[in-house]
């Protein structure tokens, strides 16, 4: 228990201890008048009023904000001489009353004895360390002075006294390790065994003054596991706990010594170097750092049958002598870690000033998503897909967010949002009734695409209500589809990388309905080509990035050529998004690429304008 505040309550008993030594200090000289024992009792007096001084020095430098821990350890020797000397000064009283004859000072002595161990009891008890060898100090001599009496009396309260400071000690040690345990739940978080959120605040207030001092730098890093909510939702809460503490081993046992861990909640974790560093040329150092905390949270975990793979989006936040609000450099930290996250996650992040533009846009758009899903500006724009002699054959459904303020948002900027707050299950409920209720629509005027794309984010497809309501719908417009119609789900790579086989179960089911799957952005993610055997897919959608670099690099270009023959030999329909020129369409066409989409044919436009235009319909 080297915590500062466990020193300050230390420090408050000095106070006590200086007041219940001169006042009562003052009746023992009367008293040595009485008995004619005056000048060894004002001499005592004097003693003792020097050791108070001595423990008022000792309570006045203490100062648990700017002390570091080893002038804090320096200190509390001080303090300690200061219990022994003024316990002790009482132990000489009781010294000085025996040798005389007179009874009533042996009553006084008696007395004092058992006074001062009480009171060594209510003020020390919280540290063992010095109560235990105090007690003893003071109750010693009393058992040895009952003792020497030499009759059966003596004896008797010799082993009454002995047991007194037996259950002295006993109730010592129990409230001590009531206190401690106190002290253990209130600094740390259950679960992990780390600090908690409270402990860390605490632990980074003096910290501030201590910055300012030395005019150096610390840094902070804010650990965010990525997709966590996702394994706690398919998996359960017990598999969520044991990665957590998982996780949190790993983290402190990277750091060793060297930096404080704790964690802040659910799955955040934030670390603060212990050392100040000099100069701002440590950045790099700390850049590094995290990203090797990175690799090492990144190792798989094997927890029971699950192997579970798991990233983490970490923030970096240079502290100098910050503002005494420490709420800020929480919040500060936190945008860089979030910029990590919506930089595609598994990432590490320095916070700059700029970014917090961004976050207030960031902070912006999920309090309006929230009011939106209950309002009406969200509307899914239809871009049409392509067979190689130009012939539409299908679309695929994007979202789109008009708002009043922050004007036509773009998925990619609010979808990730939407994922992170969990509201993406309603978004893609709207966007699944919306989509199939046209799709009906179209159908039912005798216009067939053969396929119709919606994407799919990886929650709704581990959220049971969403398949149900996918099961439910799908019945009631397309009890009778059309054979060579099919509705496709497109999912990207990183759905795999969370629960491999559930998610297989669940697309299994989906397949039995009449659903298909695609897996979009191929190529970008965690793409092992033996996903391809083991999924049951039907498509993949090479990544528009490999599209527009077709041309300007032979790798992509054989990235290209390698994922369509590939996927040949599974039997697998390919498509190619983001197509914007007739170059880039003739070399797709060459490699026999079945199905394209992007701007070179046409933008993903409004159901109306979609329907004129592709589907001949006229509103
Ligand atoms: P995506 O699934 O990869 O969608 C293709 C994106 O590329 C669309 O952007 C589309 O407008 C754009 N695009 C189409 N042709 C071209 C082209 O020739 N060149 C370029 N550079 N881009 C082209 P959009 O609509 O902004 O959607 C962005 C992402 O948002 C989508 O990427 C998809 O992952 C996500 N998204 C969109 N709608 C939904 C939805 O309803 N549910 C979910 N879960 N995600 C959605
Ligand atoms: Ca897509
Ligand atoms: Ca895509």
Redesign the pocket.
Known sequence: MKQQKYYAFLQKQIVLMIGLSLIPGLVYVFFGWVFDILLPALLWYLFLIIVSLYGFYVYKVFDSQKMNEIQLKRWYQHLTLFMYIIFSSWAIIFVLNIQHDEYNLHYIAIFTELGASVVASALLVSDKRLFVPILLTLMLPLSLYFFLIGAWYGYVLAVFSLIFVGVLLYAAYNTHKLIEENYYHAQHDILTGLYNRRYFMEYMEPLNERLKEHNKVVFLYLIDLDHFKTINDSLGHEVGDRLLIEVSHRIQSYCKDTHMVARLGGDEFILVSKDLNITESSEHEAYRFANELLAVIREVYILDKHHLHISASIGVHQLKDFSTDTGNFIKEVDIAMYEAKSKGRDGVILFNKDLSAKVERHLQIEQKLYNTLNGNNLN??Y?PQFDKNKNIVGC?????WSDEDLGIL???EF?PIA?NTGL?LE??SY?LHETLKVLHQWNEKGKFLNTFS????IR?LLYEPFIEEVEVLYQYYFSKIKENQTIMF?I?EHVFAEDMSRVIDTMKRLKKIGITFSI??FGTGYSSLSYLQELPIDEV?I??SFI?EMHESSNSENMISTIISIAKNFNLQIVA????TEEQFITLKKYECDIF????FD??LPQHSFEKKYLGLNV
């Open positions: 899914v724009f871009q695929e459904a994007l979202v789109r773009a998925p990619d979808i994922e993406i978004l893609g966007v919606i994407n799919i984010s709704q497109e990207t979009d952005d959608k990544d528009k527009a998004e983001g197509v914007e989409q992007g701007f070179y933008e993903a």
